[in-house]
RNA sequence: CGGAGUGUGGCUCAGCCUGGUAGAGCACCUCGUUCGGGACGAGGGGGUCGCAGGUUCAAAUCCUGCCACUCCGACCA
């Protein structure tokens, strides 16, 4: 099989179109009667995931997409905002948490487990521990700080229930990163890149994130904000000044050494609480009436500085300017990245299917045949495919023998932002159509002029 | 972890109360007619009825235990 095309810039790109009759696309047309909420009921319709145990899913090809996708994307951020990816394993010892007091501390969350020499080992719900280790095994100097190093990888958290499907899973794809700082202020300044990187990661997803002050809980600490973005079936109660809504995201030139902190304080001057920690009376005083915004919203992300707190009992040291050892200032910063897939649909969806945002798309274009062996509507489609995959475009073929209808409800189920309609009845007018997912907007235009509009 | 439920073909469900050798719709296969918003007809394939015991001539159905899953609540990226 062939996974890369050399297209005409050199670049090697990797081959994304997919004919449905070679895909895997279980399509459920009724609603399996375990799932609640939209996201978890249109991610099995759509064949995206496949509940294998409580909290724990498989992830079919088209949802795997779609991971990939915003995976990337925080990928992208994390890099550009100076942190430095690596892979840590998902089972740790046991007695690395004994170090910091945790394996006690954290309860029957934590999936424990021994190995064939009764060693203890567990499934990490977090890293702080290892990256802690890692770190102190090789950074000896504040020379070397700041660093900020994270990963992308499977968590295993033994919730007590597991629910809305990927919503709250068991075990989810989370994004860590881990800040080291020789003292409090460079930690904030840490913190303050991690924060700006939030906001454009949760903007290019299309998504509003707002950063709202948040307890530490067991992660501890004293400054910490979780990102949520705003949603009728979110687990939490949010309070805002709705202001915050239309606040300017940082674009792709931010300036990662700059002062980063007017974009803080803009972002975190209204009024912005989650019910965990909201005051009425000062919601009261500060937001004028028209402008408090009582709602729900789901965490996508939060962001911890907690200082020493790892730092001291696994005695994570550098030697300072002064010659003598500093315990290092730590901050963690965590992406759902497995929960932002149901957290999109929840914001990007209608009652016949998902509406997916282009930049997490698992196809930005679906082309549906609708007379599938026709002798007209058959070489179109081909010359539109080949021509789509060769721009670029991620291209879905809707080629199996079905009717216009079945095709029309499978292409809004899964939520491909552009699908091309392809019938004997335009053609014969030498026309396609162009519907647009998001808001069901048609065009009847040429092939050529739909490649053309295509043209990445 | 408290409370309430549910396990019957891939999906949604009926059958259970009142025991008698397992059904429907959708999906799937074959043929034909169809074909711009989930077609129709005819024929066909597919199920250890969650698992293990027990009662009985006979258990999907009654009894006991276990397992899994779901929902409400308390808790969490």
């Known amino acids: ?65 779609v991971l990939k996708k915003i995976e990337q994307i925080v990928r992208e951020e994390q890099d550009r905002a100076g942190a430095v990816e690596l892979l840590m394993p998902t089972l740790q010892l046991a007695d690395l948490w004994r170090e910091s007091g945790r394996y006690d501390a954290y309860g029957p969350e934590m999936l424990r487990i021994k190995d064939r020499h009764e060693r203890e080992l567990l499934y990490g719900p977090t890293n702080e521990e290892m990256i802690t280790e890692i770190f102190r095994a090789s950074i000896r100097s504040y020379r070397d700080l700041p660093k900020n190093l994270y990963h992308i990888q499977w968590k295993f958290r033994d919730e007590q229930r597991p629910r809305f499907g990927v919503m709250r899973g068991r075990e989810f794809l989370m994004k860590d990163a881990y800040s080291f700082d020789v003292d409090e202020t460079g930690a904030r300044l840490s913190y303050n890149r991690m924060f700006v990187a939030y906001l454009r990661t949760f903007a290019r997803m299309g998504l509003k994130a707002i950063p709202m002050r948040a307890e530490t809980g067991p992660i501890g600490g004293d400054l910490s904000h979780e990102f949520l973005i705003l949603a009728e079936t979110g687990e939490s109660g949010v309070f805002c000044d709705n202001e915050v809504l239309d606040l300017p995201v940082p674009g792709e030139d931010v300036d990662y050494d700059g002062d980063l ?58 030697s300072g300017p002064d010659g003598v050892e500093h315990t290092i200032h730590g901050g963690s910063y965590g992406v759902g990245v497995s929960r932002l897939v149901g957290a999109i649909i929840e914001a990007f969806h209608d009652e016949n299917g998902i509406k997916w945002p282009e930049p997490v798309a698992p196809f930005q274009v679906v082309i549906l045949n609708l007379k599938q062996g026709g002798s007209d509507t058959d070489p179109a489609c081909e010359q539109l495919y080949a021509a789509l995959t060769a721009q670029g475009i991620d291209t879905l073929y809707h080629d199996l023998d079905e009717r216009p209808g079945a095709k029309f409800a499978a292409a809004d189920l899964i939520g491909i932002p552009w699908q091309i309609l392809v019938g004997p009845r335009g053609l014969a007018e030498g026309k396609i159509e162009v519907k647009r997912r998001s808001d069901g907007q048609r065009e009847l235009m040429s092939p050529a002029d739909a490649l053309a509009r295509f043209d990445a």
Request: glycine share 4%; aromatic share 10%; hydrophobic share 40%.
């Open 1 to 65: 099989m062939r996974l890369h095309s050399r297209s005409d810039d050199e670049t090697l790109k990797p081959i994304s179109s997919m004919r449905l009759s070679r895909f895997f696309l279980p399509i459920l047309r009724e609603t399996p009667k375990e799932a609640e909420i939209a996201s978890h009921r249109l991610m099995l319709r759509a064949g995206m995931i496949r509940q294998e145990a409580a909290g724990i899913y498989a992830w079919l090809p088209l949802g795997f997409r």
């Open 261 to 318: 902190s007017p974009i803080v304080r803009q972002w975190t001057s209204h009024y912005a609480a989650t019910q965990d920690v909201h005051d009425e009376a000062r919601f009261e005083r500060e937001v004028p009436l028209e402008r408090r915004l009582q709602t729900r919203g789901i965490e996508v992300g939060q962001i911890f500085y907690f200082g020493t707190k790892y730092s001291v009992p696994m005695n994570a040291v550098v």
